[in-house]
T-cell receptor, first 114, second 116 residues
């Protein structure tokens, strides 16, 4: 158990819909990272927040957005969903902002878009 | 742009045999390098990382990796495979230059099978 929690574990929805994925970092960690894992694109970094502020951006679509709240939990919002958005979405946390810090991964949310 | 390749999408070894998983990176500046393991239905776990200290890095579960700048490689090894090592292994790279230091790029992964 990494100490990072993600809800829900599974999510099934239809094209065009909007969903919110939630992540609670390990106690004391200030950074939250979001990743997407799919068969065709592999594991891709989406976005990082550090202490409430956006820190780094990767291959995140404009239909996707994220935020980190004052209690440090984070939400990833996916809108206008397409079939290709079906994937595993991982959240990770680390104590600092730098990538040298070990990232601890949550168990993931499996999103299925029908 | 940085990239990372992993030779062999699937590797099979016998229990007790040497494990060698290959990783090569492309970067103009030696990057930070990581190996992660993903067990079925779980998130990733860091095995080890290279951040410009010793070139031979020891990690958890008996794994180690050696950074070779001349070969732009960071291969992962374990002297004796155990059944519990069966998993997906990802090599990852991050640019140490200040402008993009927070982004981690993952390789496609290598699935390791251990045969009894």
């Amino acid at each position: 158990d990494s100490g990072v929690t993600q809800t829900p574990k599974h999510l099934i929805t239809a094209t065009g819909q909007r969903v919110t994925l939630r992540c609670s970092p390990r106690s004391g960690d200030l950074s939250v990272y979001w990743y997407q894992q799919s068969l065709d694109q592999g594991l891709q970094f989406l976005i990082q927040y550090y202490n409430g502020e956006e820190r780094a951006k990767g291959n995140i679509l404009e239909r996707f957005s994220a935020q980190q709240f004052p209690d440090l939990h984070s939400e990833l919002n996916l809108s206008s969903l397409e079939l290709g958005d079906s994937a595993l979405y991982f959240c990770a946390s680390s104590v600092g902002a730098h990538v040298r810090n070990e990232q601890f991964f949550g168990p993931g949310t499996r999103l299925t878009v029908l | 742009a940085q990239s990372v390749t992993q030779l062999g999408s699937h590797v099979s070894v016998s229990e007790g045999a040497l494990v060698l998983l290959r990783c090569n990176y492309s970067s103009s500046v030696p990057p930070y390098l990581f190996w992660y393991v993903q067990y079925p239905n779980q998130g990733l776990q860091l095995l080890l990382k290279y951040t410009s200290a010793a070139t031979l890095v020891k990690g958890i579960n008996g794994f180690e990796a050696e950074f070779k700048k001349s070969e732009t490689s960071f291969h992962l090894t374990k002297p004796s495979a155990h059944m519990s090592d069966a998993a997906e292994y990802f090599c990852a790279v991050s640019d140490r230059r200040k402008t993009s230091y927070d982004k981690v790029i993952f390789g496609p992964g290598t699935s390791l099978s251990v045969i009894p």
